[in-house]
């Protein structure tokens, strides 16, 4: 009887869980989505807790609360932070997946060493091994995108570091095999931890050599392994919902790491083993050129004459959270019938999404947010691209610089614009440490300074002139 | 499309491989660990999350995120089961801490979440574009 | 050792059924899908037949043989006989599942009881009665499509006619829950055979109300059931894969349906006992409007001046089989540099897709079928809409008259084309039985005679202008 | 969406309306008939095969139809276990019925479809339109 409810349960919060993610496909259905999911998790909650075999609840009780704790403020961090609060709770899913497995082990060991078949062993060992990797890779991951002092932002790499990573991997996957072949042979106890332990160290060897801007890429695949980690601890449960659960998260981090590859032009392999943020050290040095700075007055009156002014915003938007002071602009242009754009390229800013969710903040409708392809179109036609801390996403070295690389990956078109005004604090490359020809370009002109005090000037500027004008 | 046949591919490989494990154990395996009919769901439900997140809009990739962290954190019915079962006490704090975490993951992804989708605001011009 | 690899292979053989559905999305692909499917069948078949509780070969060989020797000749079948053959596989795909059901009750009967746990039960009770009444539903549905002399077209009705199919169904399903609730009781030996006896009977008296005109709808409407009772075999058989297949089939018929009756702007219950076709006697008789008959010179002549031309394909063609000569008529105005496109209404003919199988027989590249949505808007810059055997597809009722059964069916404009020229045979209604304003309108010209033969003439007529001009 | 919706909360439904009955016989249910993890599977290909279907191309409904005709005559696979198995004459020989019709189904099934789709011809205006 219990049991059928409890299933039927389960049944109804997988559904549940489809729907919520179903409604992600479009911005009216979306928060439909998040009150499925919520339904679907109090459901599975209740109906296994319910369950004959939960005796003691006091513990429970206390546990949920600390969650509760924990969780409503980690809820509140700004949005700048959220790749920060990803990273971390990726930590907290492996942690679960990890300690779960492990008592699982353990109890089966001490009670009812048959319980452990084969089938069930080869789950509990992946269920650690990627709990546990994804819990300290995570936090690494965490803390570089935090820029805690006391890790390396750079990536720290040394000869030989692959093959070192590799072969602790493997000392862990063989120790897991040899406890699958015997689950209670002599060695296990001693082996089981060994087990973990190398884990926890891959997970941090993994992710040190990782420059702090392939972070993002880097959390979607822990996002999968977490994933796969949750679908594991199903198989040792003989649990559906949670294999069904995991297989969407593990799906969900695929899809997007592909996504951030593709739009980065970079290979998994490249993001994992390539130790990116390195190049830039080197490059970084080089500037020859000459920029050509512009006044904000300048700047005003040519963005007034425009009748189509494409903005592109970029990482720097999101450090100075400039997202507001940019839809000032965005409505003293369009009071003056100026037709303006945002331009969204995939992989601007530090997370997929990013701007759309800064500027969705800043209350610009999310019509006026048009993707890379769509626009590139109409630059030719765009009397002023308005750069906003952008840079790698509009380097046209991508296009042209075969040495570049960035070499390959799509980019806003913004050199095709009449006029580009770039707005930035300083001459430092961005991400990826390259120049950016498209600041030396004839028809490019420099705004430098912080991107929420520049584009604050500008509205001013246009406003008084706008008031001006009245008189 | 590439990357669903790459990755159910790569689960039906997972699948195969399983399998060859599995015979090797069939002797003492207890017979009510049915591992064919969780892969059939393992596969299943990738289809189904592959399908479903290639479609994700682009302007919720980031709200996608922790929605997915706050759902993959059902791993609280496993840490449920073992904090609140009759076991040795060092078993259970493991479970508590399981717990807690997986709580966290559940109420700070669920309501970060919200709170992003709430920013998402429509316009007639929205409507056509998206 | 033997289960895994049958496991495995069902497994595989599932991704492989999805994988076929999913290249049908686009014609590049579809191909590939069927060989997916069959490779899929393959792996089924084999992995069953070698397994070891299989041990008489002899009769599942020629089992097989005759189903080749049957199946082949099935596939060559007219394109126009498609509907037909539909349902025929309909009514095979029923039978089976009823018989499988059927032996495996007795055999459980006779050998174990114990194995008919109400779980089982329930699935061969839905099994028999939905494999069985698919079965004799589908044969009647079959019949009216080849339009069989002993089966009536029209629909058979009188009065309390749904009362009485509801009765039987809702005895065949009583009989079934006693069954359930004792699956060896004293009556179930009366029971059974009767359940089996009233689930045929349902079958046929389901679709004798239906006119044949809905037959389209309702083979998809059965085709979902033959879907549901193979998963309820899958639920007998405790087999993963037949209840994936299942589903996928029934899913497949539901939306066919879903789509049809949107296209038709009526609802399943409209369709099942709607018993539609009769109208059509009533209002048939109607003729007092006057249709204005045009030569096919002036026609000819017609067409050589415009400048676009849409060909609005019907059953009518279907029926003519003109595809060929509609091909020949593209071809001749093509060369004269008019563009020329055919507009496809999703239910023209007598089933979805009618008419791209036809005109992509006759070698039209498929990019030219453009969908009804699409198409609306140029009609008002067409010179001249050939309609070629359709009728309520372009009946403008549907947009205006409210009290026409086929009011708020979505149509092609066909009126708003500058000149309409309208090829039918007779001054017969079309499926729905109902006048059509267009034939009358001004602009419209009718050229009777069967399709085939006028698009003839019109293409001969074409081709002598041609050469004459060439002199 | 709506169709999607509607269908597997019938199915769902279905499942819910399996359990009580379940629930009424579990004392004498043959153990080894794990009849939820069927309805998980049940459930999840039917969201497969709704969004699957949904994004067949409008151009081949027709064959389809056909297409699914010969899947779901994967009942072979059931006339093949009767029809093979020491069994009484009578039941063997409805299995062989059985057999023949799924077998009809299959060869014809994908014949067809395969001789329709062959006619679908690409050209480089197709490209841009479909
Ligand atoms: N979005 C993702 O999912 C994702 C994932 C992985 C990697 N990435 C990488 O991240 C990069 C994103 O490109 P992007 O163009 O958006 O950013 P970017 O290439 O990193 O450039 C950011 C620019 O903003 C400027 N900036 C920084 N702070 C600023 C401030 N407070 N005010 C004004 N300007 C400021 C910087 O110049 P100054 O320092 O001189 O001000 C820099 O030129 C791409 O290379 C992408 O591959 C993105
Ligand atoms: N496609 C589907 O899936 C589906 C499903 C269910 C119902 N339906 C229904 O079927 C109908 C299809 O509409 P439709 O316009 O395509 O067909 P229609 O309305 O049935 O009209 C067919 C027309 O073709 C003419 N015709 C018949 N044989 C001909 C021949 N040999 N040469 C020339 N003309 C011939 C008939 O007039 P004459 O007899 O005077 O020649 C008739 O006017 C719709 O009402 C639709 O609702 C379709």
Chains 1, 3 share one sequence.
């Not at chain 2, 015979?23 to 299943?44: I, Q």
């Amino acid at each position: 009887m219990i049991h059928n409810i409890v299933q039927a349960a389960y049944l109804a919060a997988m559904v549940l869980f489809i729907f919520s993610l179903h409604g992600m496909n479009h911005p009216r259905t979306a928060r439909r989505g998040v009150f499925c999911g919520i339904a679907a998790m109090l459901l599975a909650v209740v109906a296994t807790w319910m369950q004959p075999e939960v005796l003691n609840h006091g513990w429970i009780v206390v546990a949920i609360i600390a969650g509760f704790v924990v969780g409503v403020p980690l809820s509140r961090v700004p949005l700048t932070a959220v790749p920060q609060r990803t990273a971390l709770s990726h930590a907290f899913g492996g942690l679960a997946a990890g300690l779960v497995g492990t008592a699982k082990y353990y109890l089966w060991v001490g009670e009812s060493p048959e319980q452990l078949t084969t089938f069930r062993m080869t789950a509990i060992v992946a269920e650690i091994i990627l709990g546990f990797l994804t819990f300290t890779g995570s936090l690494m991951a965490a803390g570089k995108l935090q820029e805690l002092k006391w890790i390396p932002q750079r990536p720290v790499t040394y000869r030989g570091q692959n093959i070192v990573n590799i072969g602790l991997l493997a000392i862990a996957v063989i120790a897991g095999l040899v406890l699958i072949a015997n689950p209670t042979g002599q060695y296990a106890p001693f082996l089981f931890p060994l087990m973990m332990g190398l884990s926890l160290l891959f997970g941090v060897l993994l992710v040190i050599p990782i420059g702090g801007a392939d972070m993002p890429t880097v959390i979607s695949i822990l996002n999968s392994y977490a994933g796969l980690s949750a679908v594991a601890m199903g198989f040792v449960l003989d649990n559906k919902l949670l294999i069904t659960a995991g297989a969407l998260d593990g799906s969900s981090g695929l899809i997007l790491s592909i996504i951030m590859c593709r739009a980065m032009n970079r290979s998994f392999t490249n993001v994992l083993f390539g130790a990116f943020g390195q190049v830039q050290a080197a490059k970084a040095g080089a500037e020859q050129k000459v920029y050509k700075p512009e006044t904000i007055e300048g700047a005003a009156q040519v963005l007034e004459q425009a009748s189509l002014v494409v903005i592109i915003p970029g990482y720097g938007m999101a450090v100075a959270q400039a997202q507001h002071r940019v839809r000032e602009l965005h409505d003293q242009l369009t009071k003056r019938g100026i037709t303006v754009k945002f331009a969204i390229h995939p992989v601007a800013g530090r997370m997929p999404g990013h701007m759309n969710v800064l500027l969705a903040e800043a209350d610009v409708p999310y019509g006026d947010l048009v993707e890379m392809d769509e626009i590139n179109g109409d630059m030719p036609q765009c009397d002023v691209a308005l750069v906003v801390g952008a840079n790698d996403v509009v380097n046209p070295a991508a296009r042209t610089d075969k040495s570049s690389p960035i070499y390959g990956m799509p980019i806003i078109d913004a050199d095709k614009a009449k006029t580009v005004y770039a707005i930035k604090r300083s001459k430092n490359p961005g991400f990826a440490g390259i120049d950016n020809e498209l600041y030396f370009a004839d028809q490019t002109f420099m705004l430098f300074g912080d991107a929420k005090a520049v584009v604050g000037e500008l509205v001013k500027q246009l406003a008084r002139e706008g008031a001006a004008a009245a008189h | 499309m590439a990357a669903l046949t790459a990755a159910s591919c790569a689960i039906a490989g997972l699948a195969f491989a399983q399998a060859p494990v599995e015979t090797a154990a069939t002797g003492h395996a207890a017979p009510e660990t049915d591992y064919w009919s969780m892969l059939f769901v393992l596969v299943l439900s990738t289809f189904i999350g592959l399908g479903v997140i290639i479609r994700v809009s682009r302007l919720l990739h980031t709200p996608l995120m922790s929605l997915t962290n706050a759902i993959s954190a059902i791993a609280v019915v496993g840490s449920i089961l073992v904090t609140g079962g009759e076991h040795p006490k060092e078993i259970r704090i493991l479970g508590a801490v399981a717990l807690f975490a997986s709580m966290t993951n559940i109420v700070s992804g669920f309501l970060i979440t919200d709170r992003m989708l709430k920013m998402f605001k429509q316009s007639p011009a929205g409507e056509k574009k998206s």
